[in-house]
């Protein structure tokens, strides 16, 4: 009731042309591309590469808004920890089922709670409002990689 999706990631951080494309047609930000490559992902596997938000080019003249992920909750306790600099956008992200457990939710609240005294909280809907007309237009060829 009062749900709309807005937002798109994919599925271990796969994407194509085709899924971006229909991100572009439902109107959603995609979330997908990261900052790094996922370590697990096999040689010649799919993905986004995005340092920073932007609005992808796509080969049909559409344009997608893109909001990187930057962190795991590993690698954000790991930044945290050492005091690392944080780039100017952290869009850390974690699984439902990180919730389940009582220590996973715990290390998810402890991690948010220590980000938040280091810069300043908001969520993807408004974020992407205020970077929408701001960003940098890249082409897709420039965010796809094998």
Do not use: K
Request: with cysteine; aromatic share 6%; charged share 20%.
């Amino acid at each position: 009731m009062g749900l709309a999706p807005t937002l798109f990631c994919g599925g271990g951080w796969y994407t194509d042309v085709e899924v971006a494309e229909a991100c572009a047609g439902l109107g959603y930000v995609d979330c997908t591309p990261r900052g790094s490559r996922p370590s697990y992902l096999a040689s010649g596997e799919r993905w986004a590469s995005l340092g920073a938000p932007a609005s992808v080019r796509l080969p049909s003249g559409r344009l997608l808004l893109a909001i990187p992920t930057t962190h795991s909750l590993g690698d954000l306790a790991r930044a945290l920890v050492r005091g690392a600099p944080m780039p100017q956008l952290v869009h850390a992200y974690f699984h439902d089922t990180d919730l389940l457990g009582v220590r996973r939710r715990a290390l998810v609240a402890l991690l948010l709670r220590l980000l938040a005294t280091r810069a300043r909280p908001t969520d993807l809907d408004t974020l992407s409002g205020v970077i929408g007309g701001e960003s940098p237009e890249i082409a897709w060829n420039d965010v796809a990689r094998l």
